[in-house]
């Protein structure tokens, strides 16, 4: 079973900076384009940043000049440095990815982590 597990959520300042990792295990084929995304109570879960397997990123506009997502496919791990933090960035955040397993020889799927969380307050 492939699994997603992010990592370096928590509670900052605004202007501060966390980074956060997902990293996926299980018997994985193939890694595609990954994700990071964010869930607001009583909002949309919205895109923060994208990353194809060739490297080509996207950002909402919202971040866009504070956040650098990146990956490590040797440790099949996406991050996402967050810098500058606002109030407005406080959210569940969730990685993504479109795997190919072991128990899924021709059909990619998108996975998801169980979240972690980013608080940014004074």
């Known amino acids: 079973q492939v699994q997603l597990v992010e990592s370096g959520g928590g509670v900052v300042q605004p202007g501060g900076s966390l980074r956060l990792s997902c990293a996926a295990s299980?018997?994985?084929?193939?890694?595609?384009?990954m994700g990071w995304y964010r869930q607001a109570p009583g909002k949309q879960r919205e895109l923060v940043a994208g990353?194809?397997?060739?490297?080509?990123?996207n950002y909402a506009d919202s971040v866009k000049g504070r956040f650098t997502i990146s990956r490590d496919n040797a440790k099949h791990t996406v991050y996402l440095q967050m810098t500058s933090l606002k109030a407005e960035d406080t959210a569940v955040h969730y990685c993504?990815?479109?795997?190919?397993?072991?128990?899924?020889?021709?059909?990619?799927?998108?996975?998801w982590g169980q979240g972690t969380q980013v608080t940014v307050s004074s």
């Open positions: 990353i194809t397997n060739g490297g080509s990123t």
């Open positions: 993504n990815g479109e795997i190919l397993s072991r128990a899924e020889l021709v059909t990619r799927r998108p996975y």
């Open positions: 299980g018997r994985i084929l193939g890694i595609y384009d």
